[in-house]
């Protein structure tokens, strides 16, 4: 078996802080096609964004086409004189790889790469159907010139994909817990209360904003719902409001407010634009001038459904952990978003408890056992 740890320590070495590649895919690409692999790189931009190199490869020309999907680029270290280990370096120290992506996600990319090696070398180097890899450096910042770019020049070559296992950090506590099996959605806007500006001593003058604020935002906290089968309730979190100002005997001419909505399966994002709008009017009357800003959103709300995929995958992990992993679909938004307009995705990978903090690190253990979890869903999936 290739040593996943080893090639999580590589990986960790490369510094590609979003969007630079630091070597990572350059690295992959070496040990990809020396076991066979066909590996194209593609780089995508569009103006105002940085170009991003991404990798995608293929080992075998049949269906099934089984994809592992991931990112190599990382979030910054932050204080590097905080870490005790350098967040660079790869350093096992005790029972722990550390460095920043040990979790998210170099250490599960490493972990699958080192289960399709072995894979192939146990079968003459050829698959029953196809293993394809689509690693993106795109994925911690703007998400615009990685995955769902890659999806798409996948797809004009031809490209199709039966299914998919994305390794980011989806256990909770340990090892097996957690698959993520959808996500919800996310929208962003700002609310807008237009008043009339002046002198806060005649108040009968003016017509102050921040009442009409105030009273919005009391009434657009209201539970959006109770959840459904696969999703705790939608809710909606006000996250700034600004008035901007800075005179102290001035009522200001408006205010604002920004949200975000996180959204289960019991909503699109026209019909929670029309639900918020709804409440608003019912809570404003014809008393507060208000408007509303929706920023375009990517993220959309999808459920993987259980199938067979499903039960392959659970009962590869609780054949090497011994537990039933639960199906969630908990956490912020992640690229399965894009990959399941293109195929089922399931989400697995190590647990996610130290990612994006200082001494983020993976036991290697963990590191171990998800490779041959990884090892036996191929099994099971080329056998099926
Ligand atoms: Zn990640």
């Known amino acids: 078996m290739p040593d996943p740890v080893a090639i999580a320590r590589d990986l960790i070495q490369c510094r590609s802080i979003t969007p630079v590649e630091g070597g990572a895919l350059a690295y992959l690409q070496t040990l990809l096609s020396r076991a066979g692999f066909e590996v ?8 105002g964004t940085a170009p991003v190199d991404n990798l995608y490869a293929r080992a075998g020309a049949s269906r099934p086409n089984l994809l592992f999907a991931g990112h190599t680029d990382v979030v910054p270290p932050g204080n590097e004189a905080a870490w005790s280990h350098p967040p660079f370096a790869g350093e096992v120290a005790g029972d722990r790889l550390y460095g920043r992506g040990a979790v998210d996600m170099k250490g599960g990319i490493a972990c699958f790469v080192a289960a399709a090696l072995d894979y192939l070398a146990a079968n003459g180097g050829r698959p029953k159907g196809s293993i394809s890899l689509l690693i993106t450096g795109d994925e911690e910042s703007v998400a615009l010139n990685g995955t769902i770019k890659l999806l798409k020049w996948a797809a004009e070559r031809g490209e199709t994909f039966d299914h998919c296992i994305l390794g980011e950090p989806s256990n909770v506590e340990v090892l097996g817990d957690t698959i993520k099996a959808g996500r919800r959605g996310s929208l962003n806007g700002t609310l807008i209360v237009a008043g009339r500006q002046g002198h806060v001593a005649y108040p009968e003058r003016a017509d102050n904003p921040i009442r009409g604020l105030v009273t919005l935002i009391a009434a657009l906290q209201a539970p959006l719902d109770e959840g459904s089968e696969h999703f705790t309730p939608s809710h909606l979190e006000f996250t700034s409001v600004d ?6 005997n001035l009522i200001p001419g408006e205010a604002r407010a920004r949200f975000n909505i996180r959204y289960n399966d019991r909503h699109s994002q026209a019909g929670l634009k029309t ?3 709804r409440r608003a009017r019912a809570a404003a009357g014809d008393r507060v001038h208000y408007s509303f800003d929706w ?3 990517n993220a959309d709300v999808f459920v993987t459904k259980p199938s067979s995929f499903t039960g392959l995958a659970v009962a590869a992990i609780a054949e090497i952990t011994g537990r039933e992993p639960k199906l ?3 956490g912020g938004t992640s690229d399965a978003r894009f990959i399941k307009d293109y195929c089922p995705v399931l989400e697995f990978g190590l647990v996610g408890q130290t990612m994006h903090a200082v001494d983020e690190s993976a036991p ?4 171990i056992t998800l490779t041959a979890i990884y090892r036996r869903i191929i099994e099971k999936y080329f056998a099926g």
């Open 40 to 47: 194209h790189r593609a780089i995508f931009a569009e103006p």
């Open 328 to 330: 969630s679909t908990s």
């Open 364 to 367: 290697v253990q963990d590191l």
């Open 295 to 297: 920023q375009p959103s």
């Open 275 to 277: 639900l918020v709008e």
């Open 243 to 248: 008035v901007g100002n800075t005179t102290v």
